[in-house]
């Protein structure tokens, strides 16, 4: 809690002004026991005089001798020096020693004062003086047993005869320890016989001050605070100025990372997971709390080895003067939202940055291209075949894409073609194009099957995937081979080619295979195809065919009606004026179009190329 250490010292300076000598000595004892029975039974301090008197007259006995033995009974932390020792003797032997009768009203007005189970348990002890049971000497009015005794009916009974598990259980030497070292302990939830428990023990002198609390099986509110802190990852802490006990709930110590075993984190070890650099604000937040503001504030701390960012809005219940008695707060990790802030400044940041960058990558991706991609201006001759090829960029400037193509003769005398898209835009679409154009005219030496170039093709981009994740790309790899005009083809995830045929164009049944970057094993078929003189094949990208506003179906007939139309006007129309009749159906795309017809030998000569081809 924040400001722990000035409460500690506020408190000591009121246990200070108790023990003032002269004519102010009896009204501090009175004040100081008002605040401690105020402070402990969460009431008013009006009410807690009142009950102070009421106490004083029930027992005959003097308002500061009353007083006075409210303070010894419930100023915990000063429980532990030597002045409470004689009220509460150690108890030896089987039969407990117990308190002086001029003593035990005190403790029982003390009691009756305060809500919930409590008893003064008083230690049995066997010859050797080991802890042997717990005998109760007076019981608050709630205090009730399994077996429905209750209030003062339960004094003089033994904590053996009601709870007789609580002697072998990993409970008792928790007792054993709160009396030789006057720690306090708090323990459960924990199940037994009877139900569900929690239990807190205080030494006070050689007795123990017991609290219990019995649990519903299905607390339904206790469930649904638990759920909530869960889902809004915050956890409730209390801290008692008047006894020094301080609760955390289970999601505060989640959020601390901390064993509930070991109970909260002393003041020196939450001070140290503090960052230095958050101690202003820290300050600053005691200043306002001390003017008894609630205080509200995002500090840092470090729990094994991370930085988390931790919400704490912290109040408190205050006495007369405006000191505080009992502070509580809620703790919410709000790491994930700071990081949030911290990376949308980041993206800010970067935006900025690549505003100012764009059009130079705009430029240089288009450079790429052109020194990777060369798109010729006239058609290729290759044997048995004539190819011509264009590209069509997207009308924003500086969308380049991974549009790509290939079209070669290989040592065997057959034709290797393809043509293929790398998702996305810019360098990395660029760069990954030229690596999938340039390994495929490299294994083209080592295989000519377009099945198997694919296969190495996909490992290629899945390989590229690691090193920059959501890398695909679709692809056609062909094979022509002039003497028999026949075309063996594999597809990845590509458009299908169209075949214009006799007047008409229709696209070719695909064979199986994925896109290139997905499955790592894939495997492609191949198809095959005899070409005719007078066919014409199209492959191309998708940004010929697909729009976001239009079907697949609609793109692709309108490429079929183009091409229908064209040929019906001149069947052996120039390849150049087929390919200038077609338009890309998606302007934020670029498009690649690689055409084919099957020749003659004679028709390469070279007088017939440059008569328009």
């Given amino acids: 809690m924040g400001g722990r250490q000035a409460y500690i010292e506020a408190v000591e300076s009121l246990r200070t002004a108790a023990n003032r000598p002269s004519g102010d000595a009896a009204r501090a004892v009175v004040d100081r026991a008002v605040g401690l029975l105020a402070g402990r039974s969460r009431c008013r301090l009006a009410d807690a005089h009142r009950r102070l008197l009421q106490m004083s007259a029930e027992q005959g006995r003097d308002l500061v001798e009353v007083a006075a033995g409210v303070i010894g009974l419930m100023d915990v932390p000063d429980q532990r020096e030597a002045r409470t020792a004689p009220l509460l003797p150690t108890a030896v032997g089987v039969a407990p020693v117990r308190p002086s009768a001029d003593w035990l009203p005190v403790v029982q007005g003390v009691l009756d004062a305060m809500p919930g189970q409590h008893a003064l348990m008083m230690p049995v002890r066997d010859d050797t003086g080991r802890l042997h049971d717990l005998e109760v000497a007076v019981a608050s009015p709630a205090a009730v047993a399994v077996d429905g005794l209750r209030g003062p009916a339960l004094v003089g009974a033994r904590l053996g005869e009601h709870f007789p598990q609580a002697l072998v259980s990993e409970r008792w030497p928790v007792y054993q320890r709160v009396l030789d070292t006057g720690e306090p302990a708090e323990i459960g939830p924990f199940r037994n016989a009877f139900g569900r428990y929690s239990v807190r023990a205080h030494r006070l002198g050689a007795a123990l001050l017991m609290t219990w609390e019995r649990h519903e099986d299905h607390p339904a509110g206790s469930e649904r605070i638990a759920a909530t802190e869960r889902l809004g990852n915050l956890g409730w802490g209390e801290w008692d100025l008047v006894s020094g006990e301080v609760r955390w709930s289970e999601q505060l110590y989640r959020i601390y990372e901390r064993d509930p075993a070991l109970g909260p984190l002393p003041r020196e070890e939450s001070e140290a997971l503090s960052l230095a650099e958050d101690l202003p604000l820290k300050l600053a937040a005691v200043e306002a709390f001390e003017r008894g503001e609630q205080v509200d504030l995002t500090t840092r ?22 000191a505080p008695l009992r502070i509580f707060g809620i703790v919410q990790d709000v790491t994930a939202r700071e990081a949030s802030v911290q990376r949308l400044a980041e993206v800010e940041r970067q935006l900025a940055e690549q505003r100012r960058s764009l059009d130079a990558e705009h430029q240089l991706a288009a450079k790429l291209q052109q020194v990777i991609l060369p798109i010729p201006e006239t058609p290729l001759a290759l044997p048995g075949l004539k190819v011509a090829v264009r590209y069509l960029p997207a009308e924003q400037e500086g969308m380049v894409g991974g549009d790509w193509y290939h079209a070669a003769a290989l040592r065997d005398g057959s034709v290797l073609l393809a043509v293929g898209d790398v998702a996305g835009h810019g360098t990395h679409a660029a760069t990954t194009m030229a690596q999938l154009r340039h390994s495929l005219r490299a294994l083209a030496v080592t295989t000519g099957d377009p099945g198997v170039l694919l296969g190495h093709l996909n490992r290629l981009t899945c390989d590229l995937d690691e090193e920059n994740p959501e890398t695909t790309a679709t692809a056609i790899v062909a094979r022509f081979e002039p003497a028999r005009r026949r075309l063996t083809w594999a597809q990845a995830g590509h458009p299908p080619p169209l075949l214009s045929r006799g007047g008409r164009t229709a696209p070719l049944p695909r064979p199986s295979g994925p896109m290139l970057g997905v499955v790592e094993d894939a495997t492609y078929e191949c198809a095959t195809l005899d070409l005719a003189i007078g066919d014409v094949l199209l492959c191309y990208t998708d940004g010929l065919v697909e729009h976001r506003r239009r079907s697949l179906d609609d793109g ?27 338009r890309q159906a998606n302007p934020d795309d670029d498009t690649c179009i690689l055409a084919v017809r099957p020749v003659t030998g004679e028709t390469q000569d070279l007088r017939h190329f440059l008569r328009g081809w």
């Fill in 301 to 322: 701390v470090r729990i094994n080895g991370r930085i988390k960012h931790l919400r704490s809005v912290v109040d408190a219940v205050r006495d007369a003067s405006g």
């Fill in 556 to 582: 692709l007939n309108a490429v079929i009606r183009a091409v229908d139309e064209a040929v019906a006007v001149s069947p052996r129309q120039p390849l150049g004026e087929l390919l200038s009749r077609l």
